[in-house]
């Protein structure tokens, strides 16, 4: 397994990639660790010397900030943090997720301007590298403090408490710890709020459906190609020069995608009698375009969140400076992750209508693409899936971002609601799979009725690959499988692979 060392350096998405896919072993790196311990050691002074006090360091949090904690308490108030902190609820966040939870917190607490000790990290690293995966929950987070709650769940295994999966088997951090043959930590001044501050909750889905959407988004494309090519549509919307006079990067990329998936079709080349096709593919490269747009613009932001300090207070021992300010503070990501899911629901209701413009008896195409209908459904109800689907995320889009709760005694007085924006967002990651899983499907079946010899040779590739899992369907059936198996062709396939 390759090892990377955890250094101030960027981190891009394609080792996210391979943490997500769990292809990496974390080190230290030299220059991270005389980070880490230069600015302990920095803040164990400024505490000896007791000059001011320190939010959250000898000051209790939130709107206890001027409750002052007696030097031998520090460590007691840190613990208490971190329990009083963990009061997560709802889904189990994925192992995944969390996996990469994990790592973007031992990146951002590696700069040196959290104060952690250079044990609490390794333990971090120790939980990486071992899959010890706390048990986190979904809902509990404001994105404010930045995400307290589901925080708290990653750092109370340290403490010998909560739950956590190790290698796929559920225990308490109890029994982890025993089996590690590791002593729970004590925390000292400062730790719990160094571990607890900070945007990796939001920034771990969004990573997530980031990685997600760059493949989607070429599927987008991808499958429909192959919808265009069995509705025997027009490709003169594709040609360069349309797309050069409004130069939209998205749109430009998508419209030479398509040519090139459809290039050498004599499907694509045979003479037509109408002038225009409907929107869903005419425009193509307009609406998947602009979505390529948004996660572009969403991934630079993300790309930002997970090379920062978002914890606090921010301590900068070169300056003598310890600040407390709002680096936790989630509205960066919380409107663009609304944007993403915005962005990705468009691909999934411009793919419905594909579909629905497939079954609908029109390009001398079978109505509900089966040889028989009225004794056959065929794909009546897929379509309806679809739809219900693309409504479902309609509905998810409605921006989290906007909203705010006072918390805290009024201290926290504007929140982010940044985990709520990235659990819908997930969802519609979800969705779009299934959607495209049905054009797929529908788009496979449809072309079936063509002279397949005629179509082009990246379509014929991605279409003699998913006959392998999902057969041409001549009399009704029972349509879940199917529609299962296309979207699992789509989420475990890279579409690169057939073009």
Not at 33 to 43: I, Q
Not at 401 to 417: L, R
Not at 422 to 442: F, P, R
Not at 465 to 494: N, S, T
Request: glycine share 8%; net charge negative.
């Amino acid at each position: 397994m390759e090892t990377h060392h955890i250094s101030p350096g960027d981190i891009d998405y394609g080792l996210m990639r391979k943490v997500l896919h769990n292809e990496l072993r974390l080190e230290l790196s030299e220059e991270s660790r005389e980070r880490v311990l230069g600015c302990r050691a920095y803040l164990d002074k400024r505490i000896a010397e007791n000059r001011s006090p320190i939010y959250g360091v000898t000051t209790g949090f939130g709107s206890l900030c001027n409750h002052s904690i007696s030097m031998e308490d520090l460590g007691v108030l840190q613990r208490n943090l971190v329990m009083s902190h963990a009061c997560g609820t709802g889904d189990e966040v994925p192992a995944e997720i969390v996996r990469l939870m994990l790592f973007l917190k031992i990146q951002s607490l590696a700069y040196g301007h959290s104060g952690i000790r250079i044990e609490t990290i390794r333990r971090l690293i120790d939980f990486y590298n071992n899959e010890i995966y706390p048990v986190i929950y979904t809902q509990g987070s404001l994105g404010a403090s930045g995400d307290l709650a589901p925080l708290a769940h990653l750092s109370l295994p340290l403490l010998g408490l909560g739950d956590v999966f190790h290698r796929g088997e559920r225990l308490s951090s109890a029994e982890m710890l025993q089996a590690m043959g590791w002593d729970a930590l004590d925390l000292e001044a400062k730790e719990g709020l160094a571990l607890l501050n900070g945007t990796q909750f939001m920034g771990a889905y969004g990573v997530f459906a980031l990685l997600r959407s760059f493949d989607l988004s070429l599927w987008a494309d991808l499958i429909g190609a192959m919808s265009l090519e069995a509705y025997m549509g027009r490709m003169e919307p594709f040609l360069e020069q349309v797309h050069r006079v409004r130069h939209h990067k998205g749109q430009m990329e998508t419209s030479a995608n398509i040519r090139r998936f459809l290039e050498d079709s004599a499907l694509m080349q045979e003479p037509k009698n109408y002038v225009q096709d409907p929107y869903s593919f005419r425009c193509i490269p307009q609406v998947h375009g602009a979505s390529k747009d948004a996660i572009g613009h969403v991934a630079n932001v993300f790309f930002h969140e997970m090379n920062a300090v978002t914890d606090n207070p921010t301590i900068f021992p070169d300056d003598d400076l310890i600040i407390s300010a709002g680096n936790f503070h989630g509205q960066p990501l919380a409107i663009n992750l609304d944007y993403l899911g915005i962005a990705l629901a468009e691909l999934a209701s411009i793919s419905e209508r594909r579909i629905y413009r497939l079954i609908s008896g029109t390009r001398k195409l079978p109505s509900f693409l089966v040889a028989n209908p009225g004794l056959n459904s065929g794909f009546m109800i897929p379509q309806y899936t679809a739809a219900s689907i693309v409504s479902q995320n309609k509905q998810l889009c409605t921006p989290a971002s906007v909203d705010t709760i006072e918390s805290s005694q009024g201290q926290e007085d504007h929140v982010s609601m940044g985990a709520n924006a990235a659990v819908k967002t997930l969802s519609i990651v979800s969705n779009l799979e299934s959607v495209l899983g049905i054009e797929l499907l529908t788009a496979s079946q449809a072309i079936g009725f063509r002279d397949t010899d005629k179509i082009s040779p990246v379509i014929c590739k991605l279409l003699t690959a998913f006959r392998k899992e999902v057969p041409f369907i001549k009399d009704d059936k029972v349509m879940y499988p199917e529609i299962k198996k296309a979207g699992l062709f789509i989420h475990i396939h890279p579409p690169a692979q057939f073009c």
